[in-house]
C-alpha cells in the first residue's frame, strides 16, 4: 500500500489521490443490489491523459487491479471495487473540448454530464440524442462503458450509434486513438465499437469524439391507456407495423401504474392495466399523434389523451419518469432487471414477469422502452428480510431466463457487471465466451482492468 500510494504520489498532485478509508469506501459501489463490492486501497482522480496513463504503468508494474468509474449510477455492479484495487474516477475530466456545428461533433472528456453536454450543444442547435434516465448525474465515459440507451432509443438509438472515435488509455499506459472525426470512415477493424460497452475491461477512455444531430422540433405526447397488457402491445406492433417513427414509445404495466398514483396522485384510473406514452418530435407531431391514436383506439384502448403543447407533454411523462422512485417506495429496496425482446414477444414478457411476481409473492412492477422491446422488470423488495431478499434473487433469474426463451438478451443498456456475468455465458455460448476473452487478453494480458467483471 505505501508503495503504491508513493509510486502514484510521483505523477499526481496530492488532492488527486483519496486513501481515507472512510472516503474510499463510498466510491466501492454502483447503484446495483446484490453484487459484491471489495475494498479499494485507493482511489485517484485525475485531471489529465497524461496523469491516466501514470496510473496505469504504475498499476502494470505492481500488478494491481484497476477499476475505472464515472459517477456510479450503474445498475450491474460494473463500477464496484476488488479488494486492494486503484479506484481510478474519471469525474473531475469534465471539460468539452469542441462543439462544431459544421461537423456536428462534440469532443468531451469521460467526466461530462450527459444533461451538461446536451444543454451545452442545444446552444449550438444541436441535439446529443442517448438519455439515460440518470442524464442529469451520470457521465459520458460511463454510458460509453456501459452502451447505455434511454427514452429516445426508438428513433436515435444507443450510444455506440454517437461514438465516432476514442482516446483509450491502455493496461500498459499507451494511448490509443480510434476511429474519426469524419461522417464516415471504414479503416481496419472497429475498434471504437469495440469499447463500447466493455464496462473498462480493455482500456480507460480518456476522450470521445461523439456524433451530433440538428436539433428537433419539441416533441407532442400522447397517453393511451388499456385493459390489458396483450391489448396495449397489440397498440405497439401496429405503430411500428404501420410504419411510425416515434421519438419515444414507453409502456407502463399496472404494478408501476398504481405505484405512480400512491406516490404523486397523478389520478390515473385503477381500472389501468396498461399505460402507453407516445411521442413525435416530427415537423407536425399532432397530426402523428392523431393516426397513432387512432392505431391504440382499434387495439383497445379505453381512454386516448394527446397533449396540445409542450406543457401538457411533459405533464403526460412525469408518470414514466417517476415510475423507479415510485416503485422503490413500494419496499426500499429494488433489483432492476434489463432484458430486451423482440418487439413481437413484448407481451409474453410482460404477462410471464407477471407470472413470475405471483409465484415469488413479490411486487414487480415493469416500465419498458416498448418501442425497441428493452424491458426493465423492477423488483421491489425489503433488503433487511433475508427471506424475502432470496426470493427476489431467484426471480430476478426467471426473469433472465425468460427473455432468453423468448429470443432476446439479458441487458439492452445497463450492462453485465457482476449481477449478470453467469448469464452472459449462458448467452454467449461456449464459443462466444472463448473468443471475447481472447479479446481480453490482448489488450490486458495482465488482467488487472476491472477484473471479475462480465466473465
Not at 91 to 112: F, K
Request: glycine share 10%; aromatic share 4%; proline share 5%.
Amino acid at each position: 500500500m505505501d508503495d503504491l500510494v508513493a509510486q502514484l504520489s510521483a505523477g499526481l498532485p496530492a488532492e488527486a489521490i483519496l486513501t481515507d478509508p472512510d472516503v474510499t469506501a463510498s466510491y466501492a459501489h454502483d447503484m446495483a443490489s446484490f453484487c459484491a463490492a471489495g475494498t479499494p486501497a485507493v482511489v485517484v482522480l485525475p485531471r489529465t491523459v497524461e496523469q491516466v496513463q501514470h496510473v496505469m504503468r504504475t498499476a502494470t508494474a505492481l500488478r494491481v487491479p484497476v477499476v475505472p468509474q464515472g459517477a456510479r449510477t450503474g445498475l450491474s455492479g460494473a463500477a464496484n471495487a476488488s479488494d486492494g484495487c486503484v479506484v481510478l474516477s474519471l469525474v473531475r475530466m469534465d471539460r468539452i473540448l469542441e462543439v462544431s456545428p459544421v461537423d456536428r461533433i462534440a469532443v468531451v472528456e469521460p467526466g461530462v454530464v450527459n444533461a451538461v453536454l446536451s444543454r451545452a450543444v442545444g446552444e449550438h442547435g444541436l441535439y446529443y440524442p442517448p438519455d439515460p434516465s440518470s442524464w442529469e448525474t451520470c457521465t459520458i465515459g460511463g454510458n460509453i462503458g456501459t452502451a447505455s440507451g434511454g427514452l429516445c432509443c426508438v428513433k436515435y438509438g444507443v450510444t455506440a450509434e454517437y461514438v465516432l472515435g476514442l482516446d483509450v488509455v491502455l493496461a500498459d499506459g499507451r494511448l490509443l486513438s480510434t476511429g474519426r472525426r469524419t461522417a464516415k470512415g471504414v479503416a481496419g477493424y472497429d475498434l471504437t465499437r469495440l469499447f463500447v460497452g466493455s464496462e473498462g475491461s480493455l482500456g480507460v477512455v480518456v476522450r470521445a469524439v461523439l456524433a451530433l444531430r440538428p436539433r428537433p422540433p419539441r416533441q407532442l405526447v400522447l397517453a393511451a391507456e388499456f385493459a390489458s397488457s396483450t391489448a396495449a402491445c397489440e397498440a405497439v406492433c401496429a405503430i411500428m407495423e404501420g410504419g411510425h417513427t416515434p421519438a419515444l414509445l414507453e409502456l407502463m404495466d399496472r404494478t408501476t401504474v398504481r405505484a405512480v398514483n400512491e406516490l404523486a396522485r397523478m389520478g390515473l384510473p385503477h381500472t389501468t392495466e396498461a399505460l402507453l406514452l407516445c411521442a413525435f418530435d416530427t415537423p407536425d407531431p399532432a397530426a402523428d399523434l392523431a393516426a397513432v391514436g387512432a392505431l391504440c383506439t382499434a387495439a383497445g384502448a379505453t381512454q386516448v389523451v394527446p397533449a396540445d403543447d409542450a406543457a401538457e407533454s411533459e405533464l403526460l411523462l412525469q408518470a414514466r419518469r417517476l415510475s423507479l422512485t415510485a416503485l422503490e417506495a413500494v419496499k426500499g429496496t429494488t433489483m432492476i432487471d434489463d432484458v430486451c425482446v423482440p418487439r413481437s414477444r413484448l407481451d409474453e414478457m410482460i404477462r410471464g414477469t407477471a407470472a413470475i411476481a405471483e409465484k415469488y409473492a413479490l411486487t414487480i412492477g415493469v416500465v419498458s422502452h416498448a418501442g425497441d422491446g428493452n424491458t426493465h422488470p423492477t423488483v421491489c423488495f425489503d433488503a433487511a428480510d433475508p427471506e424475502e431478499s432470496r426470493r427476489a434473487r431467484e426471480s430476478f433469474d426467471e426473469i433472465m431466463a425468460l427473455g432468453l426463451e423468448l429470443g432476446g438478451t439479458i441487458t439492452g443498456e445497463h450492462g453485465v457487471g457482476v449481477l449478470k456475468k453467469d448469464w452472459l455465458a449462458r448467452e454467449l455460448g461456449p464459443v462466444g465466451l472463448e473468443l471475447q476473452r481472447g479479446v481480453k487478453a490482448v489488450f490486458d494480458p495482465l488482467g488487472i482492468l476491472n477484473p471479475g467483471k462480465l466473465f
